[in-house]
């Protein structure tokens, strides 16, 4: 199977930067899994946030987040990462890693994705 485990969350005040990490294992992983970041508030559904595919050469961005956080991956390493700078109040969410094969027109769709991590709180203060 595939195992994802992401860190690096925390508290941060509005205008701060985090950065999060997700590391893959496990022998059915793939480095040509795309590999993408959602998000869940309490009482909302999960979000697309950000997605980079198998190569690192096509990034996909929510418009909410265009701007402010980076998606990034070293395959070296299996590990997929999010600079999220420039953090509001209303970026407060669990942050969870995802990866897959998924066409570029389906990969901000949280159905298309087999392989979760458990996810990690961000919150940011007002």
């Known amino acids: ?9 925390g508290l941060v ?3 701060g930067s985090l950065r999060l990490s997700c590391v893959a294992s496990g022998r059915a992983f793939s480095s040509r899994y795309t590999m993408t970041w959602f998000r869940q508030a309490p009482g909302k559904e999960r979000e697309f ?3 980079v595919n198998w190569s690192g050469e096509s990034t996909y961005y929510a418009d909410s ?10 395959n070296a ?9 420039s953090l509001k109040p209303g970026d407060t969410a ?7 094969r ?3 027109g389906n990969i ?17 203060s007002s």
């Open 1 to 9: 199977q595939v195992q994802l485990v992401e860190s690096g969350g």
């Open 108 to 124: 901000m769709s949280a159905h298309e994705y087999d392989y979760w991590g458990q996810g990690i709180q961000v919150t940011v």
């Open 77 to 85: 390493k299996n590990t997929v990462y999010l600079q999220m700078n």
């Open 65 to 74: 987040v265009k701007g402010r956080f980076t998606i990034s991956r070293d």
């Open 49 to 51: 946030v950000a997605a």
């Open 102 to 104: 998924v066409v570029a």
């Open 94 to 100: 669990v942050y969870y890693c995802a990866a897959d």
């Open 13 to 15: 005040q509005a205008g």
